[in-house]
């Protein structure tokens, strides 16, 4: 703690760029930004607590990617090009080393995005990050969770479950070669929010969510918005090799209940998948075909071996229920 | 803690109503706002930590109000129209009452001023509230801190202190009778945003901040973005009968340096004098005039007998300095 470091001080210090998109940036009461004519403002927040949302273990500057990239996956989610963030930070004591990493990946991957930080709070308090982030989208033109139609076809970017892996690494539940560690850890601490793809999209997927909570938790909040039930089979999901290498089981609980993803999940017309896949050419990532959505309300998940699977006993990850 | 309540049952439960004035609410990754042509999306942000903002002896229907009032105190100070907010909770468990009281004057406020909650994030962690507010402003009508000229007279809105003493009561440094203690109490508790002054204000006032942190603080950013300097009088500041009652130390700690008052400080041209009453009157705010701002960079108070007070002991409240 520097006694002599105050509020404006720290703001002042890691927290403050000129703005490139905003019309008014931090400093006044209020940031202002000027929606352009034919687009509207779309608006996600995220609160992130230390010991539920990330490890004390985790280097301040993957703290500062991963604070704004899991916002910038809820723009991705909606088709939204991102514009601009305000960042709310409580801070147990002002600490050099844990300010300059926090804010040099907050800034790397706020410019890799050209996203203006516009405006923010700093307080003592127990370790919290929250942020709010805009971005634009043509009126009318978001991605909304409730547009799935029975027919469609169900997408997943990315692969899925590696983030999982670091959790239970973490929690000495599986032992990890030190390139498998390296790599799950990377999915963990610094995912790569799908913001190309969600704009390439739009007009394209008929709903979209990013996957925050889990393949089965995020995929029943489609079903639900959109009325619809979904048939999901569990060996079309994505995963990597390091992924494929675990047991049986240690899979069936990353890549279906996992959380931290940050991957998108879609879908699409039939006759929209050549669409799609140049969508994601364009955007250089890679989807996959993992299931339909079907009339009858409800969700099954179905095996490689065509059987069943029971999936009441996998729970998604509530943050009020551990 | 009832641990059938998961994330999702608690947003539905206490924070999902229909928005009137967003494009698209809670319930997806996104919430959308369309602007009116001709207008900006003025922003500002504030995070609420226990025992920093506010203390464990707060009624939770009091902070519920307390949370959004601080948020319209900046759109007010901007002269922005209030549209909607998002909300970020943590919350130690989840608690039925304290939900109840806190979204009931969450909510109370909320529909005074008719804002839409379209998004928000609920987790579990140390009681931290954050809020971000969306308002609009004519095209380049907003109400700024760098706008203050020399010659400019210093006008605030209401009374200042009140909030302050009954910190100093909590602190148990002084005494106050039961009538006292309430006055004190819904000062702290339950400050009224000046959002009909601010709005009144706009093509009228040169500048404008909401008092947050402390007369002396706030008006020293003001000073500082204008590149001017100010004689404040302090026999001039507005006080309520309760405060003129203390001690003149007293009074002088809690109207200069207080904190928490949510009153609006502005300049405006002598010419304006008129229009500023006309403002005020409109918005049926009292303001009174307390100073002038001059060329010359720094603030000068002078005391009821002529002589100037020492400010330098003075210091504003700083959330990293206590």
Known sequence: MSASVGEFDLIARWFTRPVKRAALGVGDDCAVLTPRAGFQI????DLLVEG???LSTVPPQHLGHKSLAVNLSDLAACG?????FTLSLALPRVEESFLDGFSKGLWALAEQHQLDLIGGDTTAGPLTIGITIFGEVPTDGALLRSGAKPGDELWVSGGLGDARLALEWFRDRVSLDEAGLRQARQAMELPEPRVELGQALRGV???AIDLSDGLLGDLQHVLRRSGVGAVLEEGLIPRSALMARQTPELQRLCVLTGGDDYELLFTAAPLQRSSVLEAAKAARTPV????????EPGLSVVGASGHPVPIEDLRSFDHFVT
């Open 52 to 54: 539920r949302h990330f």
């Open 288 to 295: 996959t075909l993992i299931g339909r959505i079907v009339s």
């Open 205 to 207: 997927a008929s709903s």
């Open 42 to 45: 779309a608006i996600s927040t």
């Open 80 to 84: 939204a090009a991102p514009l601009a």
